[in-house]
């Protein structure tokens, strides 16, 4: 059976070596993958070096489109997913997420009948201004698989009258967490690189457009992060897209005293996760990641997919008010410890479980 699999971001990549993981060691002689790779991903050469931390097999097919608006990068990923459909056998198109590749992947496949398989179904925001809750909805509303990290993503489809094809698998991203959180902490130097001892630092991510691209919202959020770094060390692994607004509205000041990073390799961020005092970040993959780690998340976001991390206390949901985003850091709790709701980090095996039926 023939899959081919549409990725083109970090997250994406990440769950895609979940799965790519399982399919090599327990299902390889039920599925023969291909991975194409939109090419949107921001720095190449990262995107290499995950490939090869994650032990993905490399792309079949590079799309090389990157840097465009939504309009025109979803049309010509429809365009070149289609022509590698036309040309090569497929039982499955395998999305992930909410990208405009998983949107593209999509229509590519249901026009040319090939049935889709969405892992991450059933995620909702509720919130129609996100470009993700678009694609969300769309790629939910036409897979013939649709793969739940969660009860609530299961109940979420079931109220827009979605049923058929739903499966409750848990979360392909814990199975990730578990398998590389010791071998990361053996892995990776970056604590050392930077002085850095357990528990003794936060970590800040911010990458999101609705961040990014509002000078109201970018300003309140790097105000608290320079106010943060004053008296706590911070690491910034710094998005080029967040680095660039930073420069154009003259607010580089406010990082003088963070320690400030390129983007890093899956090894360093998973060391980094494990061991912050608390991680401050706009990133859905890293609300979770802060829970399966269990240290304390503040997401900069009006609201989240992730209900479960906020129920259970270990995810504050504080917008991009410098005010609340202090006070959160500054009344830092842990939450409750218990069965996870993302599953058993088995959600991969079971996905090609249910396909190999």
């Not at 090419?39 to 190449?44: A, F, I, N, R, T």
């Not at 090869?52 to 489109?65: D, G, R, S, T």
């Not at 130097?189 to 991510?205: C, E, G, H, M, R």
């Amino acid at each position: 059976m023939k899959i081919s699999t549409l990725i083109g971001t970090r997250p994406q990549l990440i769950k895609a070596a979940a799965v790519s993981r399982i399919i090599k060691s327990e299902f390889n002689n039920k599925f023969e993958e291909n991975i194409i790779h939109t090419g949107q991903h921001y720095d190449q050469k990262m995107s290499e070096l995950f490939f090869n931390e994650l032990n993905i097999p490399f792309p079949k097919f590079n799309m090389n489109i990157s840097s465009l608006k939504h309009g025109e990068m979803t049309g010509r990923m429809i365009i070149e997913f289609e022509k590698y459909l036309l040309e090569n056998k497929t039982d499955y198109v395998l999305v992930y997420g909410d990208t405009n590749s998983t949107l593209a992947g999509m229509l590519a496949a249901i026009k040319l009948d090939i049935p889709v398989v969405h892992v991450e179904a059933g995620l909702r925001s509720f919130n129609m201004k996100m470009p993700e809750e678009m694609n969300r909805i769309l790629v939910d509303r036409l897979s013939k698989f649709l793969f739940c990290p969660t009860l609530q993503a299961v109940n979420n489809l079931s109220n827009e009258g979605i049923n058929t094809g739903v499966h409750q698998v848990g979360d392909v991203m814990f199975d990730i967490a578990l398998y590389y959180k010791d071998k990361a902490k053996n892995k990776s130097s970056i604590l050392l690189d930077y002085k850095l001892k357990p528990q003794d630092f936060y970590l800040v991510t911010c990458h999101r457009a609705e961040n990014t691209n509002d000078n109201n919202r970018l300003n309140q959020i790097f105000s608290a992060i320079n106010e943060l770094a004053f008296s706590n060390k911070v690491i910034l692994p710094l998005h080029p897209r967040t680095k660039k607004y930073l420069v154009q509205n003259k607010m580089m000041d406010f990082l003088k005293n963070v320690i400030v990073t390129e983007p890093l390799p899956f090894m360093d961020m998973i060391a980094l996760e494990q061991s912050a005092s608390a991680i401050l970040t706009d990133s859905g993959g890293i609300q979770k990641e802060a829970f399966f780690y269990g240290v304390p998340c503040i997401t900069m976001r009006d609201e989240t997919e992730w209900v479960e991390t906020v129920k259970l206390g270990w995810n504050k949901v504080v917008g991009a008010d410098k005010n609340k985003i202090l006070n959160a850091v500054n009344s830092l709790s842990y939450g409750k410890l218990g069965e996870s709701p993302y599953g058993n980090g088995q959600a991969s095996k079971e996905i090609l479980n249910i396909l190999s039926k």
